[in-house]
């Protein structure tokens, strides 16, 4: 029953950055078709082209990884995310930073990090960051099965291009900057049907079927979605559930802003437990975020255990 659930509906969930040894599903599971709202530049392979070999088991196996992270690669995961809730319809949804987008900008320089990543150092840093967890080495199988399905989503695309889809949209912030209260609005509105009044998320048995937004479960401070701006193109392109682009851009940077004003796991890279180090650091110039801001009277970024 628990892979059913999982297979059901992390097909479209969130929003909102395993052992060693890999235990393959007895049944792996079926990777998708194409849908019809990619870009129109650009359609991932169909499942049928994927062959019977080593190489379409690696494929599939790294598919049985990214829809349920927790559970096939759950000793580097720290929280209760998987990879398709902010890369969605199982990496292939245009403007919801799909695979097949990400993997043939790399090798690329990350401001981030401040060096010149490989694709296994992208994919590290969605386990250290939106996962909440620690990097799989890259040699590891974890590594080769995300990169393999990676690579056969991206069948034909070209390298070093930016497709059209091959992120989340970029949105100008609302004329006098974003709105807590009128976010918090939003989401009661719009998002706590989901995602729980207190962004706890909803669970079916011990797994996670709609993604929390905050809290220890959540993404930590250091993940890209801690950004106001990226959670908003995100929201504005693909929230609510099923209904994208329903929100208005003022409207998807307040509820972004007000998702991002609550406490969530602390950024690994804290230096020496000071926020505001940290925030100098790593944030003062990392987009549009509250990371060690003041909210409600209280500096947020202290992290939740």
Not at 42 to 51: I, K, N, S
Not at 72 to 98: I, M, W, Y
Not at 160 to 181: H, K, M, V
Not at 215 to 225: E, L, P, V, Y
Request: aromatic fraction near 10%; charge should be neutral; proline fraction near 8%.
């Amino acid at each position: 029953m628990k892979s059913v659930i999982v297979a059901l509906i992390t097909f479209n969930i969130i929003s909102m950055a395993c052992a060693t040894e890999i235990v393959e599903p007895t049944a792996p599971p079926k990777i998708p078709n194409p849908t019809q709202n990619q870009a129109p530049t650009f359609l991932p392979p169909a499942e049928e082209t994927l062959p019977d070999n080593a190489f379409g088991r690696l494929v599939q196996q790294g598919h049985a990884i990214f829809v349920d992270t927790k559970a096939n690669a759950s000793e580097f995961v720290g929280n209760g995310l998987n990879c398709t809730n902010c890369h969605l319809e199982q990496g292939r949804k245009a403007d919801s930073a799909p695979l097949w987008g990400a993997y043939t900008m790399y090798p690329a320089y990350r401001k981030k990090n401040d060096k010149v990543n490989t694709y296994a150092e992208r994919l590290q840093g969605c386990f250290q960051f939106s996962m909440n967890g620690k990097p799989p080495p890259a040699d590891s199988q974890v590594i080769s099965a995300l990169t393999a399905y990676s690579y056969w989503l991206a069948t034909g695309a070209p390298t070093g291009q930016e497709l059209p889809g091959r992120s989340y949209p970029e949105i100008p912030e609302p004329t006098g900057g974003f709105d807590l209260a009128k976010g918090k609005a939003i989401y009661a509105r719009q998002c706590s049907v989901c995602h729980g009044d207190e962004g706890e998320g909803q669970k079916a048995g011990g797994d996670y079927v709609f993604p929390p937004l905050w809290g220890k479960d959540s993404f930590n401070w250091g993940a890209g979605m801690h950004r106001i701006n990226t959670a908003a193109g995100f929201i504005k392109s693909n929230m609510p559930l099923g209904k994208g682009g329903t929100l208005s851009t003022d409207e998807a940077w307040h509820v972004a802003a007000y998702m991002n004003s609550h406490e969530r796991p602390k950024d690994p890279r804290m230096i020496a437990g000071s926020v505001e180090q940290t925030r100098l650091k790593f944030h003062a110039n990392d987009g549009v975020n509250l990371y060690g801001q003041k909210v409600n009277g209280v500096i947020v970024g202290q992290g939740t255990e």
